[in-house]
């Protein structure tokens, strides 16, 4: 150990307290910071694969037709004239979804494609109606792109593979209706009325779609909305969801159809959760903040306890950039102290909320709290407490290097 650093625990020692508070405060600081932060992720990731494995990673829609408009380039008598782009003008749907299906599996990042047909209804049940939107979908093609396999809760999709009649309907719908598995519906469409029987229920845990979501298979969809032809978008998942901005981009060029990002489709929500994690973090770094301050002010009276022997210490030889390791290092041992038991304690807090009951309805569903752990929220937390108790530091330490032996003496230091 070197001498910077046995004088500098001898300093500490000698204000126990006011060191227990500052390392106290840099603990919960560090801890608080993590579990908020665990906490607003887990409920992030959660939401976004709820979405994901719905409405799937990007939508491409309706064709895009360019509005151009030409001009003379050397004068009104010249033949040379180039065309200037003024908008774009969108055609309501895809004429040829199977053509625009095949030119999308050629993309590298395309890993499936599910033409759908869409549109609204009314589902009647003895006297009960209710405002639904019915959704044609080629099933095999559709379980590439979404997590509907996986959201069946009652009833077997075997059932609605081989059933043209049936229909898969969400729960909080079958609910609505007391609806159960096996029972008949009425849809009304476009002024045809049908009957069809419910082979299955799904629950994504998004209100939205389990009250009104209604899947058909895709020839009894066209049958019903007399629509033999063409589709209202394709569903496309991709292997690297982070890259569907700039492949929604690629492909909008490409195919002239306007494509859409899961990024782009649940902005307001994401910018919602990124205020959410920026409000916890300025609130927990409150803690941190004071432990800068407790530090700031422990040094500052070490400073002016300790001056007499700070003049020892400069009288022995020693330079004024050993008398600011000495006080720096009083701070970093608090800081490594409070950071180590702060990080384990937020480990440790996260993993105890995640076990919390937290029955959770409406943009998605769960039980418990979601909490997702990455290292780079104890980095953050470190830096955040290293930034503000270090640099709280630096005004005692340099005060302390300051003092010479011969005003310290007089009494003249400052």
Known sequence: ?????????????????????SLSCIVLGVGLFVITQATTSGFEKFFIKTILGTNGAMRVQDKIQDTMRSMAAGGENSKFRISSREGRKYIEGIEEPQLVVNALMKFANV?????????????????????????????????RVSDLAS???????????????????????CNRQGLAIGDSIIIDARGQQRRYRISAIYETGVSDIDRAYVYLNMGEARSLLKKPTGATYIQVNLIDKDRAPEDAVHIEEVLQHQARSWQWREKPWLSAFKALSISSAITTSVFTLIAGLAMLNTLAMIVIEKTKDIAILRSMGYERKDITQIFLWQALIVLAIGTSVGAALGYAGTYAVSRIPMPVTGIFRTETFQVYISPWHY????????????????????????????????????
Do not use: W
């Not at 150990?1 to 508070?21: D, E, H, Q, V």
């Open 379 to 414: 980095v953050a937390a470190v830096l955040m407490a290293a930034v503000m108790v270090m640099g709280a530091s630096i005004i005692p330490a340099r005060r302390a290097a300051r003092m010479e032996p011969g005003d310290i003496v007089r009494g003249t230091s400052t």
């Open 151 to 173: 959201q069946i809760v009652d009833g077997k999709l075997e059932d609605f593979r081989n059933s043209p009649s049936g229909i898969l309907i969400g729960r909080e719908l």
């Open 111 to 143: 890993s499936g494609a599910s033409i759908v047909l869409n549109s609204p209804a009314i589902l009647r049940n003895d006297s009960k109606t209710d405002s639904i939107k019915i959704f044609g979908i080629n099933l095999d093609d559709h379980l």
């Open 1 to 21: 150990m070197s001498p910077n650093l046995r004088i500098a625990f001898r300093f500490l020692t000698a204000k126990k307290r006011a060191m227990l508070m």
